[in-house]
């Protein structure tokens, strides 16, 4: 039930969810006769939209998390060239297993993760990859499991079987960390480098942490570069564009509320 609910609730906290709550009120507001307050439900709609798919505010948002990645990976040992570790973690999310039409596994953006597991691993920054992920069946996770895609894309790009474990029942990052610590103790692994999307590492790294697993911050699929932020503020036509909505930036502001929303919820049950 909790995860069904962390699921469901958080959708009205959302930009889009929030709007379409607001316009359904401004529909019953409507009915009753009440059309100034019906006015202000859709304006106010209109606004959290037009702001959440604003580039700028998908931008600040963005890079405020991601921006504490890289903070996270200096203070966890990984300032500059990253550390050896005894084992690469590799959260799931951004990988779709092989189901008709497709005719293999893939990859969203999420999926660097695996990409950039398996670059570490060939630079010998550790001997171990560790696939954590499940797929849950109410939200279209029927196949193997995402741990099972993720090692799949690694035996192509030449990783051993022998070098990779699975965590094939994890459904939350709670879960990612409770299933990995049981595959380290077994294992007698300690050091690991975490890898997840920038935006999702300082939940996650604090989650770890907090059961006491020795985690290097390994943060990869940045939304913004550096350059794009230099582009967006190079040009009057760049300035202008990214007052207007996009729905790639409402994707990108929902991302960030999305974490933000979960440490709290972390938080509030202990869990970081």
């Not at 953006?109 to 992920?133: M, N, P, Q």
């Not at 994890?170 to 879960?175: D, E, H, K």
């Not at 380290?184 to 907090?210: D, G, N, Y």
């Amino acid at each position: 039930m909790f995860l069904f609910l962390s699921k469901l609730l958080p959708l009205f906290f959302y930009p889009l969810g929030l709007s379409c709550a607001l316009m359904v009120a401004a529909l019953v507001l409507l009915s009753m006769r009440r059309g100034r307050w019906a006015a202000w439900a859709v304006a106010l709609a209109l606004v959290i939209l037009w702001t959440a798919a604003n580039g700028w505010v998908a931008v600040a948002l963005t890079r405020s998390l991601e921006s504490r990645a890289l903070v996270l990976q200096q203070q966890t040992g990984g300032s500059g060239d990253l550390p050896r570790a005894d084992a690469i973690v590799v959260l799931g999310g951004g990988i779709k297993s092989t189901e008709p039409p497709r005719p293999w596994i893939d990859l969203a953006d999420e999926g660097d993760r695996t990409l950039y597991a398996v670059k570490l691993y060939r630079d010998r920054k550790a001997s171990k990859l560790i696939f954590s992920g499940g797929r849950i069946a109410w939200r279209g996770g029927g196949g193997q499991p995402e741990s099972a895609a993720m090692a799949e894309l690694a035996g192509v790009m030449g990783v051993p079987s022998e070098d990779m474990l699975q965590d094939p029942n994890s459904l939350n990052t709670r879960q990612n960390a409770e299933e990995v610590k049981k595959i380290l103790e077994r294992e007698r692994l300690r050091r690991v480098l975490l890898v997840t999307s920038a935006m999702h590492m300082p939940r996650s790294i604090a989650i770890f942490r907090k059961l006491g697993i020795e985690a290097i911050a390994a943060p990869t699929d940045f939304l913004f570069s550096d350059q794009d932020e230099r582009e967006r503020r190079s040009s009057p036509e760049g300035i202008a564009l990214n007052f207007l909505p996009d729905a790639d930036n409402l994707r990108a502001t929902t991302r960030a509320i999305k974490e933000y929303v979960g440490m709290v919820a972390y938080w509030l049950r202990g869990w970081i």
